[in-house]
């Protein structure tokens, strides 16, 4: 499993270096993610059906990381959610395609679709 703690080794790093609160990804640059012990990764590629927009997740070093692809158009969005305890919102980063801008809004409360 050494890549996988050299994987999360890397996201901790990126979440370090640059945590998000609504910032623009470009094309092919990662940015950091930070939901609570949650750390990952999001970047997107451009194809010819969309946007790929690729985020990958872990909880912790030795964690086998989980990665969310989706392809948005103009007006998409995509929520990747962590949950919580009982009781508490989901913790949530938006991922949006605005034109040809695509924007990352992280820490938001998913309480308005998961309670």
Do not use: W
Not at 16 to 30: M, N
Not at 50 to 73: C, D, H, N, S
Request: charged letters at 20%; glycine letters at 10%.
């Amino acid at each position: 499993m050494r890549v996988t703690a050299t994987l999360v080794s890397a996201l901790a790093g990126l979440c370090v270096a640059g945590s998000v609160q609504a910032s623009e990804l470009t094309p092919l640059a990662g940015l950091g993610l930070k939901l609570g012990d949650v750390l990952g990764t999001a970047y997107y590629t451009v194809e010819k059906d969309g946007y790929q927009v690729v985020a990958t997740i872990a909880t912790r070093e030795g964690a086998t990381p989980v990665r969310f692809i989706a392809t948005l158009l103009s007006g998409q969005k995509v929520h990747v959610s962590v949950p919580r305890a009982a009781g508490q919102s989901a913790l949530i980063v938006e991922i949006e395609r605005i034109e040809d801008r695509v924007f990352v809004n992280e820490g938001q409360r998913l309480s308005r679709i998961v309670d």
